[in-house]
Every structure is written in structure tokens, then in C-alpha cells.
């Protein structure tokens, strides 16, 4: 019986390659799926679980849960939808609008045409059907989809040939029915298939489980879809450490890879390209007692806060307490910068914060800064906006906290919720996409405050402390990720003064002090060691300025979001400072612009002897 499942699983793995990618065999024999029978991925929850599952995680992963946007399907006669499912190759879509219910708006009908076969579907809210279309790839497979407006949301699945229809009895009054007629009913495809599909919900459940399987799902996770390592740390794993060594400003990069807030941070990490997921802060009182500032610490009632705990109480609670299986690496200020650091200012900043809630409100919005150069694949604008939509649905009240206010601020409204801000973004002529693009403010107040993540804790510390300082207004720091954290010029990477403790019992030297966990961490330093981050959207800009000498000292660094026009404010400014330090510090400088709309860091370097007007010419520049 074995020998017989590992020949069938032998055949089917075949054919999978085979018919996944015909184009990479030079043999004159090409086998086509789409003239089998059945498509051989189909028979795989036929076999065993243990045969198949290896199979369906190298075919699947848990990305394929989120939906993949097709296109709206709009009653104007000139515009037809047409697109390719994972099933059906040949897809049409269109609206029609009608008032079957007799009621001021009417409802709608949403036809869909699959391959020569006419299907008619009417949506409702909350309604599931099984359907039969035609011309299919092969017998077996089937199409999921989801159809979206901001007012509610439904799916279906197809295979074989039938027409089906879901009834759009009545529009939710004259915003949907607005909403609908300019710009129709989103159609969203589940690529995976709905085998797929089924399957990376179950590689999504256990990245949020606290147990050896989760751990194991969020390794694998990042593993893949970012690339990381995760090797083995000799022991100790727990360092040793002199807190003698350690200083005000030293930065906490921390990484847990399991439990509720394990799951939360893989998918942080994965969006935003960090390869730590939470953050804090040291700092000493003016006795020498040694503090961390954090936001994102749990109170006794279970709640989120911002909090400033003695050191002592804060790395023992790391060690035996956090079941998340922490990873945490030190990462020290280089000694400029630490001679700039502001202690009495950086302490009165931390006792006004102490007490408030941690920033869910922009958390959302710090990894958007283009249009579409952010994403990881397959993520976009409209999965955003249809995951927003069905969350809405499920817990309004979490919906509000993390983005409603936050679109409400972007757009100058106030109270709207997720539907209203929808139809609201189209009256003021933006797209949604344009809209998540809109560079957070830090002087923005929310219901509860000001809204600080844990990374935004840090750098307006930093801020306070005048670290930042003398372009600190052209900075926000609620718009920064843990990655651009990290990798600003800030801390120290010279190995010759770590501490002794510092990775004494690794043959691998970092550039930082690891002092928590049994993978290594890879905080990826390199170019954007020198300049942060610096985004470039169509309406708005992430501007970031490096000014450096001769000798690669950093002199200025600025990272800002702002509208374009403002720029050339900046960079007066900025020229304004620097002819007062002529006499001061070398002639030749170099202004560094950095844009990182797709992930590759693309550089414009000038050297400036004297010439201002250039200067000034080439930071307002909108391209870079």
C-alpha cells in the first residue's frame, strides 16, 4: 500500500511541474493541463495528509488567503471587464442596474460571462450558492471570487456550467447606489483556487497559536516570503549583560516569532521589510539608575500603554514572562550622537507619554507611501480596502480604532465611518490608493490623543532629545518604520568598542549586540545605514536629505513627509543652516536623495562647492 501512495504521489508531483510551467522543458513533448481531464493539483486532498500536505505548502502559502483585484464591473456600455481566473481563462463582467423593489434607489444585477457560457449573478449581502460555469482548464478545478462594495460584501465559488444569480434587491440608499454607479461592484479573485485557498487558512491560524507549530509557522513564513535565516545562536542564549554598558538612547530592536503578538508582527514584518516588529528605548536618571521606555507595554488590566519600567524589572520580564519568545538586540548610539542626546529633555518627553495608550491609530499607514510601490504581491490598494471592508463588518468598533479616524484625518472629516469615508474620497477626486498615501502627522490628535506606536515613541524621543535637531520640524516621525529606525545613522557599528559581553560566544561579529534569543538576528544594515528611508508617491513625497563631508561624517539628515510644494521650504532652510557652518566644515559637500518606491534604493548624489541656487534647485526637484 505505501509503495502504491508513493508511486501516485510520484505521478501527480510530475504532472503538477509539468502543467504548473510547460515553458521551462526543451523535451518535444510538452504536457498541457489544460487538455487533461482533470488538473492534477485537484487530487491531492485525494491522498493522504502526509503525502499531500508537503506538496500543497510548496504550491501554497499563507499569502494566497488574501485576495487578488480583477477589476470593477460598471454599467457604462463602453467599458466591459475582462480578466483571467485560475479556473476559467476567459472572463467577462458588467452591471445593470434595476428596481424590481419598487424602492427610490433600486438594486442591480452583476453578469458575469465565463468562457462561452452565459452566467447572470445578482449579489446579495450575505448569501452563498454553489455554481456551475463553463469552459474550465480542466473538470475539476473551480474559481473563488469576492464582490465588494463599500456596503457589504459576499462571495461564490464556479465550476461546469450553469447560471446562478445573487440578487442586489436593494441599494443601502443613495451613497451606495452613488457609490455603485461611478464606480461599480469590486470583483476580487482567490488565486490560490479554493483549494489553495482553504489551505493557506490553515497556514495562517497557527502564525497566531503560542506553540511550537506557530513558532515554526512564523520562521517558515519569513523564511520564504523574506528571505531570512533564522540560524542557530551558540549558547548562551541569554546574555550576561553589564547594564553599566548600557546608556540613554540605546535602542531595543525586538522580534517575537510566536503567540498573538508573533503572528501580528510576521505580517508587520512582511509588509513593512522590517526584520524587527516592536521597539524601545534606555534610559538613565540622574541618579544612574538604568530605565526602558516602551510603548506597547501590558498593563495589570491588560492594556497596551506607554511606560517607562525600571531595567531590571523590564529584561527579567524578557527572560522568563514573555511567552512570544522574544529575540532583542541592543543597538547602541554611535558617540556623536549619543554627545547630542538631551537626557532632561528626552525624560520630560517620556513622563508626559507615561500612562497614555499605545498608537493603534496610524500603525496602518507608516508602510504606505506610494501609490503602488509598497505592496508585497500580491497586496495592493483594493485588498486593503475589501480586508478594511470585511473587518468593518465583523468588529466595527476595532475597524474604527486602527484606520476610520486616521482616513478621517487624511480627508479633513470628522465621525465618517468606512463606507462614508469611501464615497467621501470620491467626491474629493481622490483614489483610495492616493488616500493611504497621505503622510501622517505628528501634531495629529486622535479621540484618545496622539497616536504612538511603539517605533513613534522612540523617535519622538529621539526628537525631543534633538537628535533631530536643526531640521527636526521637517520630520514626522509617526510616518517611520522599525526598519527606518534602524537603519538611520544613528548607532554605533564599530566592533572595536562593544562591550565584552556583546555576541562574545559567536563566531559571527554584528554590528550590534544581540542579547536575547536562539536565532541570530539580522537587522539588515547597509546603504540605508546612512540615510533612512525616503519615499516618492505621485501627489506626495517622503523626502529624505543626507548632507555628508569629506570624510562620511553625517552632518544632516532629514526624512519628512510632506506635500511637494513644501519641499523647497525644507531645502532653504536646510541651505540657510549650512552657509551659517561654512567656515566651519568642509566646503564639499554631498547632498544624497534616496527613493525606495520599490524596494531597490536609487541614488542622486551632487557635490556642492559653493553654488546654493544648485542646491536649492536640486532638493525642490520632484523626481529624484
Given at each position: 500500500?505505501?509503495?502504491?501512495?508513493?508511486?501516485a504521489?510520484?505521478?501527480i508531483?510530475a504532472?503538477?511541474?509539468?502543467?504548473s510551467?510547460p515553458?521551462?522543458f526543451t523535451?518535444s513533448v510538452?504536457v498541457?493541463?489544460?487538455?487533461?481531464?482533470?488538473?492534477p493539483r485537484?487530487?491531492?486532498?485525494?491522498?493522504p495528509r502526509q503525502v499531500?500536505?508537503?506538496?500543497?505548502?510548496?504550491?501554497?502559502s499563507a499569502?494566497?488567503?488574501?485576495?487578488?483585484?480583477v477589476?470593477?464591473?460598471?454599467?457604462?456600455?463602453?467599458?466591459?471587464?475582462?480578466?483571467?481566473?485560475?479556473?476559467f481563462y476567459?472572463?467577462?463582467?458588467?452591471?445593470e442596474?434595476h428596481?424590481?423593489?419598487?424602492?427610490?434607489?433600486?438594486?442591480?444585477?452583476?453578469?458575469?460571462?465565463?468562457?462561452?457560457?452565459?452566467?447572470?449573478?445578482?449579489?446579495?449581502a450575505?448569501e452563498?450558492?454553489?455554481n456551475?460555469?463553463?469552459?474550465?482548464?480542466?473538470?475539476?478545478?473551480?474559481d473563488l471570487?469576492?464582490?465588494?462594495?463599500p456596503y457589504?460584501?459576499?462571495w461564490?465559488?464556479?465550476?461546469l456550467?450553469?447560471?446562478?444569480?445573487?440578487?442586489?434587491?436593494?441599494?443601502?440608499?443613495?451613497?451606495?447606489?452613488?457609490?455603485v454607479?461611478h464606480?461599480?461592484?469590486?470583483?476580487f479573485?482567490?488565486?490560490?483556487g479554493?483549494?489553495?485557498?482553504l489551505?493557506?487558512?490553515?497556514d495562517?491560524?497557527?502564525?497566531?497559536?503560542?506553540?511550537?507549530?506557530g513558532?515554526?509557522?512564523n520562521?517558515?513564513?519569513l523564511k520564504?516570503?523574506?528571505?531570512?535565516?533564522f540560524?542557530e545562536?551558540?549558547?548562551?542564549?541569554v546574555?550576561n549583560i553589564?547594564a553599566?554598558?548600557?546608556?540613554?538612547g540605546?535602542?531595543?530592536a525586538?522580534?517575537?516569532?510566536?503567540?498573538?503578538?508573533?503572528?501580528?508582527?510576521?505580517?508587520?514584518?512582511?509588509?513593512?521589510?522590517s526584520y524587527?516588529?516592536h521597539s524601545a528605548v534606555?534610559?538613565?536618571d540622574s541618579?544612574?539608575?538604568?530605565?526602558?521606555g516602551?510603548?506597547g507595554y501590558?498593563?495589570e488590566?491588560?492594556?497596551?500603554i506607554?511606560a517607562?519600567?525600571?531595567?531590571?524589572?523590564?529584561?527579567?520580564?524578557?527572560?522568563?514572562?514573555?511567552?512570544?519568545n522574544?529575540?532583542i538586540?541592543?543597538?547602541?548610539?554611535?558617540?556623536?550622537?549619543?554627545a547630542?542626546?538631551?537626557?532632561?529633555a528626552a525624560?520630560?518627553?517620556?513622563?508626559?507619554?507615561?500612562?497614555?495608550p499605545?498608537?493603534?491609530?496610524?500603525?496602518?499607514f507608516?508602510?504606505?507611501?506610494?501609490?503602488?510601490?509598497n505592496?508585497?504581491?500580491p497586496?495592493d490598494?483594493?485588498?486593503?480596502?475589501?480586508?478594511?471592508?470585511?473587518?468593518?463588518?465583523?468588529?466595527?468598533?476595532?475597524?474604527?480604532?486602527?484606520?476610520?479616524?486616521?482616513?478621517?484625518?487624511?480627508?479633513?472629516?470628522?465621525?465618517?465611518?468606512?463606507?462614508?469615508?469611501?464615497?467621501?474620497?470620491?467626491?474629493?477626486?481622490?483614489?483610495?490608493?492616493k488616500?493611504?498615501?497621505?503622510?501622517?502627522q505628528?501634531?495629529?490628535l486622535?479621540?484618545?490623543?496622539?497616536?504612538?506606536?511603539?517605533?513613534?515613541?522612540?523617535?519622538?524621543?529621539?526628537k525631543a532629545?534633538?537628535l533631530f535637531?536643526p531640521?527636526?520640524?521637517?520630520?514626522?516621525?509617526?510616518e517611520?518604520?522599525?526598519k527606518?529606525?534602524?537603519?538611520?545613522k544613528f548607532?554605533?557599528?564599530?566592533?572595536?568598542?562593544?562591550?565584552?559581553?556583546?555576541?562574545?560566544?559567536?563566531d559571527?561579529?554584528?554590528p550590534?549586540?544581540?542579547?536575547?534569543?536562539?536565532?541570530?538576528?539580522?537587522l539588515?544594515?547597509?546603504l540605508?545605514?546612512?540615510?533612512?528611508?525616503?519615499f516618492?508617491?505621485?501627489?506626495?513625497?517622503?523626502?529624505?536629505?543626507?548632507?555628508?563631508?569629506?570624510?562620511?561624517?553625517?552632518?544632516?539628515?532629514?526624512?519628512?513627509g510632506?506635500?511637494?510644494?513644501h519641499?523647497?521650504?525644507?531645502?532653504?532652510?536646510?541651505?540657510?543652516?549650512?552657509?551659517?557652518?561654512?567656515?566651519?566644515?568642509?566646503?564639499?559637500?554631498q547632498?544624497?536623495?534616496?527613493?525606495?518606491?520599490?524596494?531597490?534604493k536609487?541614488?542622486?548624489?551632487?557635490?556642492?562647492e559653493?553654488?546654493?541656487?544648485?542646491?536649492v534647485?536640486?532638493?525642490?526637484?520632484e523626481?529624484?
Open positions: 500500500m505505501a509503495s502504491l501512495l508513493s508511486f504521489a510520484a505521478i508531483v504532472l503538477t511541474f509539468l502543467s510551467s515553458s521551462s523535451s510538452v498541457d493541463s489544460a487538455k487533461l481531464p482533470f488538473d485537484d487530487a491531492l486532498p485525494l491522498l499531500a500536505w508537503p506538496i500543497l505548502n510548496y504550491l501554497h499569502v494566497d488567503i488574501l485576495p487578488s483585484f477589476g470593477a464591473a460598471s454599467s457604462s456600455p463602453n467599458h466591459t471587464l475582462r480578466w483571467k481566473g485560475a479556473c476567459e472572463n467577462t463582467a458588467w452591471l442596474f428596481n424590481n423593489s419598487g424602492s427610490e434607489f433600486g438594486g442591480g444585477t452583476l453578469h458575469i460571462k465565463m468562457g462561452f457560457n452565459f452566467v447572470k449573478v445578482v449579489a446579495s450575505v452563498f450558492r454553489t456551475f460555469v463553463g469552459k474550465a482548464h480542466s473538470w475539476t478545478c473551480m471570487y469576492v464582490f465588494a462594495t457589504r460584501v459576499t461564490d465559488y464556479y465550476f456550467s450553469r447560471e446562478h444569480t445573487l440578487d442586489f434587491k436593494e441599494w443601502e440608499g443613495k451613497t451606495e447606489y452613488e457609490y454607479k464606480n461599480g461592484v469590486s470583483i479573485l482567490m488565486q490560490a479554493t483549494l489553495g485557498t489551505q493557506a487558512l490553515w495562517v491560524f497557527p502564525l497566531f497559536t503560542n506553540t511550537q507549530w513558532e515554526q509557522s520562521l517558515a513564513f520564504k516570503h523574506m528571505g531570512a535565516t540560524n545562536r551558540p549558547k548562551p542564549w546574555t553589564s553599566d554598558d548600557i546608556h540613554s540605546d535602542f531595543l525586538i522580534s517575537k516569532i510566536r503567540g498573538r503578538w508573533g503572528g501580528f508582527e510576521t505580517l508587520e514584518k512582511w509588509v513593512s521589510g524587527a516588529g534606555c534610559l538613565r541618579e544612574g539608575n538604568l530605565w526602558v516602551e510603548s501590558a498593563n488590566e491588560g492594556e497596551d506607554i517607562v519600567v525600571p531595567w531590571d524589572e523590564w529584561w527579567e520580564f524578557e527572560q522568563t514572562k514573555d511567552d512570544a522574544p529575540h538586540a541592543l543597538l547602541s548610539l554611535n558617540p556623536d550622537t549619543r547630542k542626546f538631551n537626557e532632561t525624560w520630560e518627553y517620556a513622563r508626559s507619554m507615561e500612562g497614555k499605545y498608537g493603534y491609530h496610524n500603525m496602518l507608516a508602510w504606505i507611501d506610494t501609490v503602488n510601490g505592496y508585497p504581491p497586496l490598494a483594493h485588498a486593503v480596502a475589501s480586508v478594511m471592508t470585511v473587518w468593518n463588518q465583523i468588529q466595527p468598533s476595532y475597524a474604527a480604532n486602527l484606520w476610520n479616524e486616521a482616513l478621517n484625518k487624511r480627508l479633513g472629516t470628522e465621525g465618517l465611518d468606512l463606507p462614508s469615508i469611501l464615497v467621501e474620497t470620491e467626491k474629493q477626486g481622490l483614489s483610495f490608493d488616500l493611504l498615501t497621505i503622510p501622517e505628528d501634531d495629529w486622535y479621540a484618545d490623543g496622539k497616536s504612538t506606536s511603539c517605533i513613534a515613541f522612540v523617535l519622538e524621543m529621539y532629545a534633538g535637531d531640521i527636526a520640524s521637517s520630520i514626522q516621525v509617526t517611520f518604520t522599525i527606518d529606525a534602524y537603519t538611520l548607532f554605533d557599528d564599530d566592533l572595536s568598542r562593544q562591550p565584552k559581553w556583546c555576541n562574545d560566544a559567536d559571527v561579529k554584528l550590534y549586540c544581540q542579547i536575547l534569543g536562539n536565532k541570530r538576528a539580522e539588515r544594515l547597509g540605508q545605514n546612512l540615510l533612512g528611508s525616503n516618492v508617491g505621485s501627489e506626495y513625497m517622503m523626502l529624505s536629505i543626507c548632507v555628508i563631508d569629506e570624510a562620511q561624517s553625517i552632518l544632516h539628515f532629514s526624512s519628512s510632506t506635500k511637494k510644494g519641499i523647497r521650504k525644507n531645502c532653504e532652510e536646510l541651505t540657510k543652516h549650512l552657509e551659517g557652518r561654512r567656515k566651519q566644515e568642509p566646503k564639499r559637500l547632498i544624497l536623495q534616496m527613493s525606495s518606491a520599490t524596494g531597490v536609487e541614488f542622486n548624489k551632487i557635490t556642492v559653493d553654488d546654493k541656487d544648485k542646491m534647485k536640486t532638493c525642490s526637484s523626481d529624484t
